[in-house]
């Protein structure tokens, strides 16, 4: 064997390994704990009453309208990156709990086609929304942490306006 022979080969196991498919176990895992957040929130924006959308626990922080829309846009761009199809849905602006529930509902659908479109041939492609570089798997998985840590204060927000949180709701908590 040739040492050009030897690189050649030695570059093409690196190309492979720089391309290699995520499993569609993890795929499959990735779009399921998305999913459960994808209907907390939801659940979250459906619990809390119209006339508390306006609530902020102190003054510099964020209504619970103004969060939910936050989620909204979030989630919006940060799959819309994922996929490769952006498609604001301008929640920040709402603040109509209807409103605001449709937001989170047609963001959600937009994680939901990014993840039905991620296969292990395209889920290590490169993705990006904004300044942030991933891959199109690692924007989604991104997007579903962004959604955790957003949802737990949301549940703050609904304990502190006597409404239980859909984690908690059954659990006479």
């Known amino acids: ?5 030897v690189l050649l080969s030695a570059a093409a196991l690196g190309a492979s390994a720089l391309h290699a498919q995520i499993p569609a176990a ?3 895992e990735a779009k399921q704990r ?3 957040v994808r209907d907390n929130i939801v659940k979250a ?3 809390m009453p119209e006339e508390s959308y306006s609530y902020k626990p102190t003054p510099d922080i ?3 309208g103004a969060l939910m829309g936050h989620i909204a ?3 919006a761009g940060i799959c819309g990156g994922a996929s490769g199809k952006p498609k604001p849905v ?3 602006k709402m603040t109509a709990k209807a409103d605001l529930v449709a937001a989170l509902k047609e963001s959600a659908a937009a994680c939901d086609a990014a993840f039905e479109g991620t296969t292990e041939a395209n889920a290590a492609d490169p993705a990006s929304m904004g300044q942030m570089k991933s891959s199109r798997l690692g924007l989604l998985e991104y997007n579903t942490g962004h959604d955790l840590e957003e949802y737990g204060y ?3 927000y609904l304990r502190m306006k006597s409404v239980v949180p859909p984690t908690s709701a059954g659990r006479g908590r």
């Open 62 to 64: 964020r209504s619970f």
């Open 34 to 36: 998305f999913g459960t």
């Open 73 to 75: 846009d979030a989630q």
């Open 154 to 156: 949301a549940a703050v």
């Open 1 to 5: 064997m040739t040492l050009r022979s």
């Open 90 to 92: 301008g929640a920040s």
């Open 45 to 47: 924006a459906e619990a």
């Open 26 to 28: 993890h795929i499959a």
